[in-house]
């Protein structure tokens, strides 16, 4: 329910009724069964996301987006493995703006299906660089619900890596666990022929939704990726450490590689390696950087974790 208020809200009776959609809009984004009176604040917000959906629909056209990589670093063999591509949009007049405030709004309209091809794309190129150069990193690349629900996102998937001549092993689909359970029976279908396919799979933010270990045995991903929440206060909360430690060790019950991310000081390094986990991602090695950073990040690294 939403509700606004004559005369403070509105003047007329279709100004009231809109005031009071806006209102009931709010309450269906936070998850629907409640209620919320209107505040300028929720129009200020409804006018800002419709101005993000429309230059949205621009953006890749004018070149807005970029790619940054974040490296995943094996803290046992000390040794640059991966990257994460993580989209960027910096935009004409607004400057950059940040992905929490686009890709919610590109994901409910369907535009991360062109957006979620063009980062694909991009971060392929980019790795097929680095190979051509003699560093063989694994590239990560986010896929929302969205794309796993688009009966073309297979074979589209497939022939860009062909067309760019990328081995398909070296390019990991990184998937939300929420994505997974919101249909896990048509998410194992694609999953599974992706992984056919050759593709490596990682369960993104792992920890944080409401997985069925049932379907977490079925699921052919390779790796599950810790989420942040969990690890930031890993060296001073006792239940954070054990749940990372809960994790590790189904992961290994399971055959699966684990990866911490939010991995930032050396507190954390040194506990996540106390319990197992060689693979860490987070600000501690580095921030996400531009592709001829991160190859410089990677011909110079050395690892301090001891």
């Not at 509700?3 to 998850?31: N, R």
């Not at 429309?54 to 070149?63: E, T, V």
């Not at 535009?111 to 990193?137: C, F, N, P, S, Y």
Request: charge should be negative.
């Amino acid at each position: 329910v939403g509700i606004s208020i004559y005369p403070d809200d509105a003047q007329s009776y279709e100004e009231l009724v809109k005031a009071a959609d806006t209102a009931m809009y709010q309450v269906k984004e936070a998850g629907k069964n409640g209620y919320q009176f209107y505040t300028q604040t929720m129009n200020d917000k409804v006018t800002q996301r419709m101005h993000i959906e429309n230059y949205l629909r621009s953006a890749i056209a004018k070149d807005e987006f970029f790619v940054e990589y974040q490296p995943k670093v094996n803290i046992v063999t000390k040794s640059v493995y991966g990257m994460e591509a993580l989209v960027r949009w910096n935009h004409a007049t607004k400057g950059l703006i940040r992905p929490d405030e686009f890709i919610g709004i590109s994901e409910e309209t369907g535009q991360i299906l062109l957006l979620g091809l063009w980062v694909a794309k991009q971060a392929m190129l980019d790795t097929k660089m680095l190979h051509d150069e003699g560093k063989r990193v694994i590239v990560s690349i986010n896929v929302s619900s969205k794309q796993l629900g688009d009966a073309s996102f297979v074979e589209e998937i497939c022939a860009i890596a062909d067309e760019i001549g990328l081995e398909r092993g070296f390019v990991e689909l990184e998937i939300t666990e929420t994505h997974i359970m919101k249909n896990v029976d048509k998410a194992l279908l694609i999953l599974n022929e992706l992984h056919k396919r050759g593709f490596l799979l990682s369960i993104d933010d792992f920890g944080t939704g409401y997985s069925s270990l049932n379907y977490l045995k079925k699921l052919p991903t390779k790796t599950i990726k810790i989420d942040r929440s969990f690890v930031l206060d890993i060296d001073t909360n006792s239940d954070d450490r054990s749940i990372v430690a809960a994790i590790i060790a189904m992961a290994n019950s399971l055959g699966k590689d684990v990866i911490a991310e939010g991995s930032e000081t050396r507190a954390h390094i040194e506990a996540l390696r106390s319990l197992g986990c060689s693979k860490v991602q987070g600000y501690y090695f580095s921030k996400p950087l531009k592709i001829e950073m991160f190859k410089e990040f990677v011909t110079n690294f050395k690892c301090d974790a001891t």
